[in-house]
Each structure stands twice: as C-alpha cells, then as structure tokens.
C-alpha cells in the first residue's frame, strides 16, 4: 500500500495473495472511511464493505485503462500507477542479490519498505544506526 497524500510505503510478504490476508492488510493498514485503488483482481472485490471506499482499473486486454476520472474534476485519481512503480522499485533492490530465499524474502522486503520511508538521514537516525550515545556532536 502506498500513502497518496503521505508518500508512505507499507509491503508484507503473506503466505498467499487471497482475500482474506488483503482484507486484513488493508483493515490493520487503513483507516476506515478512506479510498482503496486497486486493479480489478478479484481478491479486492469485497474491500468496499470495510467501511472504505474502493474502486479499481481494468488492465484486461481489450478494455484495459490505466487511470479514470470518476468525480469528473479532471484529474484521473483511480489509479494504482504509483505502487506498479514501487513493485519495479522492488524488483530493481532485489536484482543485484540473484535469488532470494522464500524464508528470507520478508526481510528484504522490510529493507525496501524502510529505505523507501526514509525520506532523511536525520542526526538521530544516525546515532541509532551506528550506536552513537545521545548528545554526540555528530559534525566533529
């Protein structure tokens, strides 16, 4: 899932992309009244009854689209183009490692999601990441 007005990713790894572990993504992941884009696959089918809103684009061939403007303001906001690019994103970490293990793939998974969140390599951010005690001129 990705924040559209946050920017914020959150992936998980499930045993199986089946209805119920996308519906319980989504409740533990969302909040209820918001919108929910997704493609037409059908494990998404029932997400409007979470007390969200959902609408989806068709990719099938023949009627494929990939952005629609359903309140008719101009802007083409049921889309899921943005997490198709983060799956490159994805794809692209994950190429230089020639293989990934099942039973390890959630923590590479977890490293994207966290690099992707990090938007600044805050002092705090640092000292954590290298053990540094609080109050350390870092500059020094």
Known sequence: MVGRETGRVYLEVVPRSDRVNLERVVEGNT????????DE???YARLGEL?????AVCHTPGKREWARDDDG???REVHDNTL??????LRNFLRP???VSKHHL????????WAH???TATDEFLRALFGIKPGTNLAT
């Open 41 to 43: 696959w059908s494990g």
């Open 97 to 99: 490692f020639r293989g």
């Open 73 to 75: 303001d101009g802007v």
């Open 117 to 119: 969140n990090l938007k």
């Open 84 to 89: 198709e690019g983060i799956w490159t994103g």
């Open 106 to 113: 959630g923590r590479y998974v977890a490293v994207f999601q």
């Open 31 to 38: 909040t209820p009244g918001c919108a929910v884009y997704t």
């Open 51 to 55: 007390d969200r809103s959902h609408a």
